[in-house]
């Protein structure tokens, strides 16, 4: 059974720092691209970034609010992704979620729900002074 383990949220000031950790166990990680989703209070859930499976080169996609501030990466010897998050803001607050993608090879991600069909409970992130 296919199971993915959040880690690593907490609370930062504005322009602080966070790594989460997606934690994947029961599958074959090097064909696992990974995405990054996230829902904030009252709103719903969005697409952050996704890192596609080892055999795919492990291309990186990021939506546009977050490029140049989030980098994601995966790490096959421990079945891990990280999203290092820099530069936080107040909008970022958020649960963030990790979730399996359905898709592997050579598949262009648009970081949309439909795409992933595993997911995690999620880890709380506030951004907040």
């Known amino acids: 059974q296919v199971q993915l383990v959040e880690s690593g949220g907490g609370l930062v000031q504005p322009g602080g720092s966070l790594t989460l950790s997606c934690q994947v166990s029961?599958?074959?990680?090097?064909?696992?691209?990974i995405g990054w989703f996230r829902q904030a209070p009252g709103k719903g859930r969005e697409g952050v970034s996704c890192i596609s499976d080892t055999l795919d080169g492990g291309r990186t996609y990021y939506r546009d609010a977050v490029k140049g501030r989030f980098t994601v990466s995966r790490d096959d010897a421990k079945n891990t992704v990280y999203l290092q998050m820099t530069n936080l803001k107040p909008e970022d607050t958020a649960v963030y979620y990790c979730a399996r993608g359905i898709y592997s090879g050579n598949h262009q991600y648009k970081i949309v729900e439909d795409e992933f069909n595993y997911w995690g409970q999620g880890t709380q992130v506030t951004v907040s002074s």
């Open positions: 029961g599958s074959s990680f090097i064909y696992d691209s």
